[in-house]
């Protein structure tokens, strides 16, 4: 029996069509994302300007934050950012999409604006849900099972047939690349690999996207990382690890915040690691956290304790504190919920004494 990884799941496909019923011809439809855009926002966005204007549909983006440097290479013929012009980009649009959120403040300044808008809402996004979502069925394709927002928007072009060309497979490539950790991580299914193969067949060369996503940061980022690493906690007894970065190191360092994406990686990757966490010292009295599960611990829990969210092994938050009463906050918690959660039976092959190996 021939295995179709490609098959649109039912659900999945109904939404699709649900939302589509409203994005007519001549449409000026907004596009938001998060603050600090990551690859899945702008791949999704960049995707989405191309696909659409199949359907004479004019897309613009405006997102909280600038368009990050290391995406620039999306932007271009249908692809226009207008983030620059903040809320007032908003002013003449028909529509709003906001893509890979599920909860409205996740909009930083935009939020508010996009509360008053008086057009309608849709929103396509994977993440679980929040208490104040972007947008209501059947403007909503919410699905916590695909593996990026980009694997939804490219289902968007199966239903609706609509041709990814390779600008947009491009967008959407970046949009799996990043999300699966370079198709590594536990979303990293068969469909993601059937979809990037379809990606890949329409002219993306991986090492060109490898280089541009993963092997452009800026020496900066590297001393950075370097400063990061030397705050390095572990707790092995509890399987916690974590790093934290000081205020005005992003400045000192002339780094930009889409270039920490991947640094929790580091202490993620301590053997017998649980639970990783990321501190970033905004500056401001507020501490940026990244939460990362090595296994069966859920993030999205922990995270909601400090009114963040996100995906089980893959959370954040934005706290109010200092970085010192933030991170003895945040420990606290994280040793409680690991002693809450039951720890899983070891891989055969570490079970195995090594002298028997
Ligand atoms: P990161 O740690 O890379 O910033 O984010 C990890 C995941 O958690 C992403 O899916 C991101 O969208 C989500 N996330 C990050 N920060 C926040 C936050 O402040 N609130 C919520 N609800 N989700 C967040
Ligand atoms: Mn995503």
Known sequence: MPLDLLAVPPDRADAIRALAADLRPGLALALSTHINADGDGCGSEAALSHLLAQRGIDCRIVNPTPWPTMFRFLLGGPVVDRSADGAAALRDIDALMVVDISDVKRLGALADPVRALPVPRFCIDHHLPSDEPPAIAPRLVADTTASA?????????????????????????????????????????????????????????????????????????????????????????????????????????GVTSEELDGVVEHPRSIAGTRLALFFRDLGHGKVK??????????????????????????????????????????LAAARAHLARTPRETPPVSDAVPVAAR
Not at 167 to 173: C, G, I, K, N, Q
Not at 228 to 233: P, R, S
């Open 149 to 253: 927002t980009g694997e939804l928007v490219f289902d968007l072009a199966q239903v609706l047939d609509l041709e990814i060309d390779s600008a947009a497979a491009t967008a959407l490539y970046v949009a799996l690349l990043t999300d699966t950790g370079g198709f590594r991580f536990s979303n990293t299914t068969p469909r993601v690999h059937a979809i990037a193969a379809q990606l890949l067949a329409r002219g993306v060369d991986p090492e060109t996207m490898y280089r541009r996503v993963y092997a452009s940061v800026s020496p900066g980022r590297l001393r950075l990382l370097a400063e990061a690493l030397q705050t390095l906690g572990v707790d092995e007894a509890a399987g916690l690890s974590w790093i934290s970065l000081g205020a005005g190191a992003t400045e000192r360092y």
């Open 289 to 330: 956290l990244s939460f990362r599960s090595a296994g069966n611990v859920d993030v999205n829990a922990l995270a909601r304790e400090f009114g963040g969210g996100g995906h089980a092994k893959a959370s954040g938050a934005l706290v109010v504190g200092s970085l010192e009463e933030v991170q003895g906050r945040v």
